[in-house]
């Protein structure tokens, strides 16, 4: 059994519940241990990043040093957790002075890091070191017939990835594939969800939802499945608000790829935090589990004129 | 002779830090604002607002409420043909504002982000009801009553503790912080 250093973030241990019960149950499933990372503190979000760089960055570091405790390679589902933590490895091996000084700090608490530690999101982990082989190999229930709308978001391609690399990523494509279910192709993939301005700028933030869905929606997507909390949040919460708003297509359920992925390896919809919605997935769950593959297109489309 | 830094020297320097070019390396081509996707919700587009700063236009810089704007999605960034990290120069001028407490009026950002901060430094976590209640009023009272009904629905579902999580070691957590910062007073 592999195991991982585990930063859940703020975020799963309230709205994202499900997405941590999620990715403790299908790394279980998939013979990898998550350890949670002993007393973990905030990555500082963008929030804290607008106000001081240093200090945020701090924030992360003790995050590090604990996780570099460990030996492991930490790894994060929230995609900005990742990205945060991803940056201040980076910037904390590449600038001497800013680790000296950062050091200092954690020394107050008998801490230290050098950078070192391998940040990764939960999706790398799955693609990259379990591999879709094994996944494929894994799968109890092939979600044929699903179609499912694979959304990045922005933090866990960029700003890591740039020019071609940062358009032509196909890796959330292929999971999807790995475990039987279809990926939509739409336009708003790699669009941004509006992050924090849910809270800061509400009409703006409510603007890209209503577009996101609708992008999702044309495509013929049963579901949009997601990388991170706060795109789930902003997708699934602020979903009505936004087709009340613009005028938007009918619910389209959000849940984590996790979720999905747990369906297909065969477990329990209640084990995945599946139930915990505002937009039901419950049709759409009980399609893939109890119908034959071949009968599963149909009660999909049935699905799909109920909600 | 010493000379006085022009406004787009200081902001070049915001960018110093990071690996990037500065800002003196647009092109203007556009691609930043072609690329935002809330570009149209901004009063001066990602292009616009870095060729004012490299007319040393101070204050309408300031007062711009495009930084704030900004969802930090890097689309830009990765985008940039002349290599400028623009979402991280749109951070750079959020602190710069926060800092001379100088920005547009009537946004919610830069209250938010020291509110967000002061909770941190407290409890080392976020959670989300300690943020929320300071901008119901915002939306009306139909607004509030869309939030109220949401947070209810998300109480029912189990998703939203009532209690937060703080972390253990919060007093360590501020003593470090401290370091950073050195502001006196006991730990």
Redesign the interface.
């Known amino acids: 059994m592999t195991a991982y250093a585990y930063y859940p973030g703020c975020s799963l241990e309230t709205l994202g519940q499900a997405y941590h019960l999620s990715a403790l149950e299908v790394m279980r499933a998939l013979d990898v241990e998550l350890r949670e990372v002993e007393d973990w503190n905030c990555c500082g979000a963008t929030a804290y990043f607008h106000i001081d760089e240093i200090l945020a960055y701090t924030l992360c570091a003790r995050n590090l040093a604990l996780a570099e405790r460990t030996g492991l390679d930490l790894v994060a589902p929230c995609a900005g957790c990742f990205k945060n933590l991803h940056a201040a490895a980076h910037v904390l091996q590449r600038d001497a002075d800013l680790a000296e000084h950062i050091n200092d700090a954690l020394a107050a608490d008998g801490l230290r890091t050098t950078g070192r530690v391998r940040v990764r999101h939960l999706i790398e982990v799955l693609v990259e070191d379990v591999g879709l082989d094994r996944i494929r190999a894994r799968v109890q229930v092939p979600l044929t017939g699903l179609r499912v709308a694979p959304y990045y978001g922005c933090q866990v391609v960029r700003p890591q990835r740039t020019g071609e690399a940062a358009e032509d990523v196909h890796f959330y494509e292929d999971l999807l594939t790995a475990v039987g279910a279809t990926p939509v192709a739409y336009a708003d993939r790699l669009r941004c969800c509006g992050g924090s301005l849910i809270a800061t700028q509400r009409p703006v933030a409510l603007s890209l939802v209503h577009e996101l869905i609708a992008s999702a929606s044309a495509s013929g997507a049963h579901v949009i499945v997601t990388l991170c909390p706060l795109c789930q949040i902003n997708l699934e919460c602020y979903q009505g608000q936004a087709r009340e708003a613009f005028d938007g297509p009918g619910p389209v359920p959000v849940l984590y790829v996790t979720q999905v992925v747990g369906l297909a390896l065969g477990i329990p919809p209640r084990r995945l935090g599946i139930g915990r919605e505002l937009v039901r997935a419950d049709a759409i769950v009980s399609a893939c589990r109890r119908t034959a593959p071949a009968g599963r297109a149909a009660a999909l489309s049935g699905a799909e004129r109920m909600r | 002779m010493a000379r006085s830094l022009s406004f787009s020297d200081e902001i070049a320097n915001l960018l110093h ?1 990071a ?1 990037p070019n500065p800002v003196q390396a647009c092109i203007q081509c556009g691609t930043c604002s072609a690329s935002c ?2 570009a149209a ?1 901004m009063d001066h587009s990602p292009r616009q607002l870095i060729a004012m700063i490299r007319a040393g236009q101070r204050d309408a810089v300031l007062r711009s409420n495009t930084f ?2 900004c ?5 830009c ?3 940039c043909p002349a290599g400028i ?1 623009i ?1 991280y120069l749109m ?1 750079g001028l ?2 710069y504002t ?1 800092w001379r407490n100088r920005y547009a009026p009537g ?4 209250d ?3 509110r ?2 002061r909770m ?1 430094v407290r409890t ?5 009801p300690a ?2 209640p300071a ?1 119901l009023g ?2 009306g009272w139909r ?1 509030m009553l ?1 939030e109220m009904r ?1 947070a209810a ?2 109480v029912l ?5 009532l209690w937060p ?1 703080w ?3 919060r007093r ?2 501020r ?7 050195p502001v006196g007073g006991r ?1």
Not at chain 2, 107 to 110: A, F, K, S, V
Not at chain 2, 124 to 128: H, K, L
Not at chain 2, 175 to 181: A, C, K, P, Q
Request: with cysteine; glycine share 8%; net charge positive.
């Open positions: 830090a690996d996707p809330v919700f704030w704007t969802a930090s999605c890097y689309q960034t990765v985008r990290d979402a951070y959020k602190r926060v946004l919610i950002g830069p938010f982000s020291r967000f901060m941190i080392g976590r976020s959670w989300e943020l929320a901008y915002r939306g607004g869309a949401m629905a998300l579902r189990g998703r939203m503790p999580r972390i253990r070691r360590a957590l003593e470090i912080l401290r370091h950073i910062v730990a």
